[in-house]
């Protein structure tokens, strides 16, 4: 009888062990292009766009909300957080760059360094709803720099 019990926790083992092995396989497939990376990232995908050959995606994560799910509240934390990834087409992140932006809005201007962080960039600012802001971005990498600029209306 032990020597069942020991061998259907082997058999249950190996099963678990292919099963992981194949489902990190099927995920790696995707690995190439930058949209399916990207959108393993958490938040809101609110703006892509290519500058001097490097895809950047944008991506919103609203941190009030986090907060309430977590049943937390911290009235002092901005209402967001702005997450920069930055790469060339299908090929690595760069992770060595220095990020800013500038959000102006019809009440207010922020600037803010963003931070290196899970192979991108963030800061976290603060938006209202319905108010739609400009977001200058300015990457700066060994050889270049980099700007970027888009519309946003915060549903």
């Known amino acids: 009888m032990k020597k069942l019990g020991i061998i259907t926790i082997a058999l249950a083992m190996t099963l678990t062990f292919a099963y992981s092995t194949q489902a ?12 399916a990376a ?9 703006q892509n766009s290519m500058q001097e050959g490097l895809h950047l995606a944008y991506h919103l994560i609203d941190m009030k909300a986090k907060m309430k799910e977590m049943n937390m509240t911290m009235p002092e934390m901005k209402s967001h957080h702005l997450m920069l990834y930055v790469g060339p087409h299908g090929g690595p992140q760069i992770t060595d760059a220095k ?4 959000i102006s809005g019809p009440e207010s201007k922020q600037q803010v360094m963003a931070m290196a ?3 991108g960039y963030g800061a976290d600012i603060d938006l209202k709803s319905g108010e739609e802001v400009t977001i200058k971005t300015k990457i700066v990498t060994a050889d270049k720099t980099i700007t ?8």
């Open 148 to 155: 970027d600029e888009f519309t946003y209306t915060l549903k």
């Open 99 to 102: 990020v800013g932006y500038v």
């Open 24 to 35: 990190m396989d099927d995920h790696s497939i995707h690995q190439g292009h930058n949209m």
């Open 38 to 46: 990207n959108s393993e990232h958490g938040g809101e995908n609110i």
């Open 117 to 119: 962080m899970s192979d």
